[in-house]
């Protein structure tokens, strides 16, 4: 969970958003889940799954609150202190 609501939260920082972005990675967890239980040597987990997607729209929701400024506070200062 905290692995895939940190990507969505860092792609919806640096990328304008669109609806791809959450459609993607909601994809990709749901599809990692299918060939680890292919594989033979990982296991398959709806939880797993489950959680993927609760991470992404945790890190959706994350952008709209404050801790969503601070990247962009930070983006700030770190390009103030180069110039």
Do not use: K
């Not at 640096?14 to 990675?25: A, E, G, I, L, T």
């Not at 292919?38 to 945790?58: C, E, H, K, P, Q």
């Not at 962009?72 to 200062?77: A, G, L, N, P, T």
Request: hydrophobic content about 55%.
């Amino acid at each position: 969970m905290l692995a895939y609501g940190s990507l969505m939260y860092w792609f919806d920082m640096c990328y304008p958003r669109h609806w791809r972005w959450p459609v993607f990675f909601v994809t990709l967890g749901i599809g990692l889940e299918i060939v680890q239980g292919v594989t033979g040597f990982r296991s398959f987990d709806a939880y797993d799954m489950l959680a993927n997607m609760v991470g992404v729209v945790i890190g959706l929701f994350m952008v709209d609150t404050p801790m969503g400024l601070w990247l962009e506070i930070v983006d700030r200062r770190l390009a103030a202190a180069h110039r």
